[in-house]
């Protein structure tokens, strides 16, 4: 309402950086009127994440030269009722434009591959 943008992420590594469960939880506030509607909570995953890190111009929208990263789903999250959208399955996914297994070494993708970082020697998320 005040032209603030928002984005959407996780608080990896110490949660997981699951999407689904982000814009489950943005639709069902547990706060009465503080949900925000699928296309908003979808918005704030994507094409808001990508503004908020400066990145508009590299992802968060399909749109021809920008890197495809972006997950198939096995129903439409449009029409799923916003309380099952944790449901929601992952089908195929695109990282970098390349075919991944959903929910294999995802962490370690999304974050670019970082090592080191998490708790104790040789950690890696």
């Not at 972006?70 to 449009?78: E, G, K, S, T």
């Not at 992952?90 to 970082?117: C, D, K, N, Y």
Request: charged share 25%; hydrophobic share 35%; net charge neutral.
């Amino acid at each position: 309402d005040r032209g603030i943008v928002m984005s959407g992420g996780s608080d990896a590594p110490c949660t997981l950086p699951d999407p689904i469960a982000g814009i489950h939880a943005a639709c069902n506030h547990y706060e009465p009127g503080q949900s925000l509607r699928v296309e908003e909570a979808l918005k704030l995953f994507t094409y808001n994440a990508a503004w908020t890190s400066f990145d508009e111009k590299e992802r968060g929208s399909l749109e021809a030269g920008k890197v495809a990263d972006l997950a198939i789903l096995d129903r439409n999250p449009l029409t799923v009722e916003t309380g099952r959208l944790r449901e929601l399955k992952v089908e195929r996914l695109l990282l970098r434009g390349r075919p991944h297994r959903p929910g294999q070494g995802l962490a370690s993708l999304a974050l670019g591959g970082i090592t080191g970082f998490g708790r104790g020697p040789g950690s890696s998320i």
